[in-house]
T-cell receptor, first 116, second 111 residues
Framework: GAVVSQHPSWVICKSGTSVKIECRSL??????MFWYRQFPKQSLMLMATSNEGSKATYEQGVEKDKFLINHASLTLSTLTVTSAHPEDSSFYIC????????????FGSGTRLTVV | KNQVEQSPQSLIILEGKNCTLQ??????????LRWYKQDTGRGPVSLTI?????NTKSNGRYTATLDADTKQSSLHITASQLSDSASYICVVSRDSNDMRFGAGTRLTVKP
């Protein structure tokens, strides 16, 4: 149980375009979802925390107008990278948590974004 | 300064050998500590989770220990396999939404 599906697994886009990444909890209701980015050989850096039905809470230094997060349902959260630039190229990972699962967090498989 | 320090940064061992990874933390208050395995280009997968009162927890060939007094944890891998090659990340939580990540230990198992 507790499976999180993240899509796409990789994407290449042109500078200036927008990219949407989806994170779905397949067999549980995710009351809270987290979005991270990870640069090569570095650990995960939390970008934002979102609770279903409310606005996301962004970490300091993360532009909320650039990284749009929508958590419209208990099983789906999306991260949209708007007007992407090459420096946005990174590995983006989501994780989901359910109060019913207690302390458990489940991570998605990640999305490799390359902006050219 | 990171509140979760892992060592070594990287480690190379031969297949079949054992190894121990370390995690020291200063995170307070403490809720729980998790070890994750992250294969290259994939999301982290949970190995163990321990609360304040738990000293050791095993998951197959992985055994995690926790000393909440000294704020230290270790992950011991026995009889390593080539598939154990990955990054191992220590994550300490203050509460349900506040997780502090270590930088990880990159383990390479060679034949």
């Amino acid at each position: 149980g507790a499976v999180v599906s993240q899509h796409p697994s990789w994407v290449i886009c042109k500078s200036g375009t927008s990219v949407k990444i989806e994170c779905r909890s397949l067999d549980f209701q995710a009351t809270t979802m987290f979005w991270y980015r990870q640069f090569p050989k570095q650990s995960l850096m939390l970008m934002a925390t979102s609770n279903e039905g409310s606005k996301a809470t962004y970490e300091q230094g993360v532009e909320k107008d650039k990284f749009l997060i929508n958590h419209a349902s208990l099983t789906l959260s999306t991260l949209t990278v708007t007007s992407a630039h090459p420096e946005d190229s990174s590995f983006y990972i989501c994780s989901a948590r359910s109060r019913l699962l207690g302390r458990g967090y489940t991570f998605g498989s990640g999305t490799r974004l390359t902006v050219v | 300064k990171n509140q979760v320090e892992q060592s070594p940064q990287s480690l190379i061992i031969l297949e079949g050998k054992n190894c121990t990874l370390q995690c020291n933390y200063t995170v307070s208050p403490f809720s729980n500590l998790r070890w994750y395995k992250q294969d290259t280009g994939r999301g982290p997968v949970s190995l163990t989770i321990m609360t304040f009162s738990e000293n050791t927890k095993s998951n197959g060939r992985y055994t995690a220990t926790l000393d909440a007094d000294t704020k230290q944890s270790s992950l011991h891998i026995t009889a390593s396999q080539l598939s154990d090659s990955a990054s191992y990340i220590c994550v300490v939580s203050r509460d349900s939404n506040d997780m502090r990540f270590g930088a990880g230990t990159r383990l390479t198992v060679k034949p």
